[in-house]
């Protein structure tokens, strides 16, 4: 069969230490710092809202800086905005796959030629350096790109064996209008994926941006609008999480929650969205992609030096604010010392600055942020040894030092509780599989990986890990679409498995029909 589209394949990276890379993401800089502090209206339907309230989005880095200001939802728009969703949806649900996955390309195309633009807007309101923010970028061009191809292979007829005197067809439809709740750790590119794939089988959705990060899912809703979709099918309708959260979830038309956010929200969630609302006619389905404390065991057989690169990478990219970051280090004790040594020389090497000078450390992303982190520092300086970081930045911005705590005892608060910042635990293992038995030993189960050059530890690692996404010999970061699908075990989430070839089964039902001849 020939293809509809061109092969998949993950968008490339640019190199910034080339110069004309550089120069062009500056200039993307400075033409995003000439549209700062625009407001941007709730979009339900066709409709533009200004509510007269506002979320201030600011830059982390800069914090006297307003990068835009999103209109604010309130409950009273509750009701136009899901009936919206449900008009778009009569007719958008009924099109075929092939003409929305059309417009899925569109949007890619859009998204692609816009990239270093987008990339610069998370710089400025996520504190992301250009190599962060391009990754970001790329991973939302392709989970359109992926999604758009996936959408074709669930257009396919069902196999089912054939009854005598009868003929059975099954075939799949999407499920209504779904409610999207994203972080802003990955402002683009978990926002577009958790919305395209719905929206790609046929539903049509309300997305409501995190907080600290609306005006680059406005961006998004510009790009959504040059794809031509029709309107209704996303709605954008920022607000915050405690005042309308709830209200999204409970609403007895919401048909589906896709979130991705912390443990306690998720918990949340999870429990409303199994309550039957008065006037609700079915089960909501409710994805929940959580939070991690995630391990890299490193053993005696490897390069020491490799082993603390990727053990920088994976703590401190992006701040070590990714679901995906390393916060716990466990070393067996043969090596512990020479490898601590090693890291904490690698770590005090890194330079901290603004997003904006491509430093490799930025700000965090809020004062709420910089203050939990800090709480969670004094913690570790009661339990365990400081051993460099441990204190606020420059104060132009949320900064923290790369902090390091070493001789973590495992039932340590640091060692059990997800930070969400540049602060890296350092464990003790008596041997690999005392190793294995501390990495394991967490709610948690999103990312994990191993260091070593033994064959049966890795084997075992395949098997034994508790997590959802193993990296075996590199960092643990960085999932790519359609390459590494991504979703965690345990608490860490439902394993929805964004990018991977199952997710739009997700947002569709199966209807047999059985005709007697
Ligand atoms: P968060 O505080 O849980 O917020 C996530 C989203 O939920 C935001 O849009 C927030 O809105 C909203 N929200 C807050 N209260 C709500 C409520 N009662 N009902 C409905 N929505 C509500 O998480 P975050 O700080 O943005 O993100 C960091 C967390 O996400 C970390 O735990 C990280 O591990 C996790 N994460 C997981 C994955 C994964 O794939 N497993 C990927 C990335 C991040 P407001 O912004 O308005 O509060
Ligand atoms: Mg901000």
Redesign the pocket.
């Given at each position: 069969m020939t293809e509809v589209f061109e092969p998949f394949k993950t968008e490339p990276y640019s190199d910034f230490s080339k110069p004309d890379p550089l120069k062009a993401y500056q200039e993307a800089l400075r033409q995003v710092r000439s549209e700062l502090g625009r407001d941007y209206p709730l979009l339900i339907g066709g409709e533009k809202i200004a509510t007269g309230k506002w979320?201030e989005s600011y830059n982390p880095c800069q914090h006297s800086e307003l990068v835009g200001r999103a209109a604010k939802a309130s409950k009273e728009l509750l009701e136009p905005v899901m009936t919206a969703a449900w008009q778009s949806y009569a007719s958008w649900s009924k099109l075929p796959m092939e003409h929305r996955a059309r417009t899925l390309i569109k949007l890619a195309a859009i998204m692609r030629r816009r990239k270093f633009e987008l990339a610069a807007w998370q710089t400025l309101e996520a504190g992301k350096n250009y190599a962060e923010a391009e990754a970001d970028v790329a991973e939302a061009i392709d989970f359109v790109a992926y999604y758009a191809r996936q959408s074709l292979k669930l257009a396919q007829p069902i196999e089912s064996y054939d009854y005598p005197g009868e003929e059975n067809t099954s075939f799949l439809k999407p499920i209504g209008v779904g409610v999207i709740?994203?972080?802003?750790?990955?402002p683009l590119a978990?926002l577009t994926g958790m919305t395209i794939g719905p929206v790609v089988v046929g539903n049509t959705v309300i997305i409501?941006?995190?907080?600290?990060t609306p005006v680059i899912a406005a961006k998004f809703m510009e790009c959504v609008a040059e794809a031509g979709f029709p309107v209704g099918v996303i709605n954008y309708f920022?607000?915050?999480?405690?005042?309308?959260?709830?209200p999204?979830?409970d609403h007895p038309q919401t048909r589906f929650i896709n979130?991705?956010?912390?443990?306690?929200?998720?918990l949340?969630?999870n429990e409303?969205a199994a309550k039957l609302q008065s006037g609700q006619v079915w089960l909501k389905k409710a994805y929940m992609?959580?939070?991690?404390k995630d391990a890299l065991i490193v053993d005696e057989t490897v390069d020491l030096d490799y082993a603390a690169d990727m053990a920088v990478i994976s703590g401190f990219g992006f701040q070590g604010?990714?679901?995906?970051a390393m916060s716990r280090l466990i070393v067996v004790d043969e090596v512990y010392d020479a490898l601590l040594e090693k890291f904490i020389a690698k770590v005090e090497a890194l330079d901290i600055g603004p997003a904006e000078d491509n430093a490799r450390v930025n700000a965090v992303?809020s004062q709420g942020?910089q203050t939990r982190i800090l709480d969670y520092i004094a913690k570790g300086k009661r339990e365990a040894r400081l051993v460099t970081g441990g204190e606020a930045g420059s104060d132009s911005g949320f900064y923290i030092k790369p902090t390091v705590f070493a001789d973590v005892p495992e039932d340590a608060v640091i060692a059990r509780e997800?930070i969400?910042g540049p602060v890296v635990a350092v464990l003790r293992a008596k041997d690999f599989a005392d190793a294995l038995r501390i990495a394991n030993d967490t709610v948690y189960g999103?990312t994990g990986g191993l260091i070593s050059n033994d064959r049966g530890r890795i084997e075992r690692v395949r098997q034994e890990f508790e997590v959802g996404n193993l990296y075996i010999n590199r960092k643990i970061t960085g999932a790519l679409v359609g390459v590494q699908p991504?979703?965690?075990y345990k608490l860490?989430?439902s394993n929805?498995k964004?990018g991977g070839p199952d997710y739009l089964r997700l947002f569709v039902e199966m209807k047999t029909v059985t005709e007697k001849f």
């Open positions: 979320i709740i994203p972080p802003w750790n990955f978990i409501k941006p995190a907080s600290d920022p607000g915050s999480g405690s005042e309308v959260g709830d999204l979830v979130f991705t956010g912390s443990l306690e929200v998720g949340r969630i409303r992609e959580l939070g991690g604010q990714k679901c995906s992303i942020a997800e969400f999103l991504f979703g965690g860490s989430g929805a964004a």
